[in-house]
């Protein structure tokens, strides 16, 4: 499967009060694609070949 991102701005999550509570960014979904490949052993720059 090769999967697309095409994120034009950040995911700003916030409570029932207004108040952030996370966020997401083009960044932070390339981090957590690090973390998981480092995870299941292909190491952090496995991610690498998928950026241009």
Do not use: W
């Amino acid at each position: 499967m090769i999967t697309f991102f095409n994120i034009s701005g950040a995911m700003i999550y916030v409570d029932d009060d207004g108040n952030q509570t996370g966020y997401e960014d083009t960044f932070t979904k390339i981090q957590l694609c690090r973390d998981h490949y480092t995870t299941n052993g292909l190491g952090p720059t496995y991610v690498d070949q998928f950026i241009r």
